[in-house]
């Protein structure tokens, strides 16, 4: 796995103070996960952790979504799976373009990089491992495996500070909210 690559433009916003991590991303690499975290943001206002995430091909937004399981009491709808669902039923086609890249807020899990290598993603950015669940080398890294017909190229790091503060102050909140007490009979 790259944890970077380099790209023609700089963007100094992305990592501030790291000068040479700026040299990595394109600027549109940082407009797609700017709205991807906007996505986890709302999210997080339904209450469900805040995770988003954007399919793009040829710089145009083909999906989107953002976690939803306890809203649609659905265990398979993370971001990653709302925004693929989106583009397969847009473009009409359960496989994506080859030049697909998905933009997401926080590591995929097994389910989502399992859907992602069977779409057929050419491309992965997270901004932050997930240390419990990740399979992009937190965990493992399925994206490496063997026994796979697919290989995607995938990167992370990219607005990881802004990614790792919502869910921080996410997950502060919801330990701060009191729980009703139970009533004796």
């Keep these: 796995m790259n944890l970077l690559t380099p ?4 963007l100094s916003e992305a990592y501030p103070g790291d000068l040479t991590a700026a040299n990595y991303w394109l600027l ?3 407009g797609f996960m700017r709205r991807a975290l906007a996505l986890a943001q709302q999210g997080a206002s339904q209450e469900e952790v ?3 995430a954007v399919l ?8 989107e979504g953002f976690n939803q399981p306890i809203t649609t009491s659905d265990p398979t709808a993370h971001a990653e799976v709302v925004a693929l669902r989106c583009a397969c039923q847009t473009l009409q086609n359960y496989r994506l373009p080859p030049n697909t890249t998905l933009y997401v807020t926080l590591e995929p899990c097994t389910m989502c990089l399992g859907a992602l290598i069977h779409a057929r993603l ?3 950015v997270f901004a932050t491992f997930e240390p419990r669940a990740g399979m992009v080398g937190s965990q493992l890294n ?7 017909n697919h290989k995607m ?3 992370s ?3 990881q500070q802004q990614s790792q503060t919502q869910l921080r102050s996410f997950f502060r909140a919801r330990r701060g909210k009191k729980k009703p007490q139970k009533q004796s009979d």
């Design 50 to 52: 805040p995770v988003g």
């Design 142 to 148: 399925l994206t490496e495996m063997d026994f796979y």
């Design 122 to 124: 050419a491309r992965l």
């Design 7 to 10: 790209h023609s433009a700089l």
């Design 28 to 30: 549109s690499d940082v």
């Design 56 to 63: 793009v091909c040829d710089n145009k937004i083909i999906g």
């Design 153 to 155: 190229q995938a990167y």
């Design 157 to 159: 790091g990219l607005l």
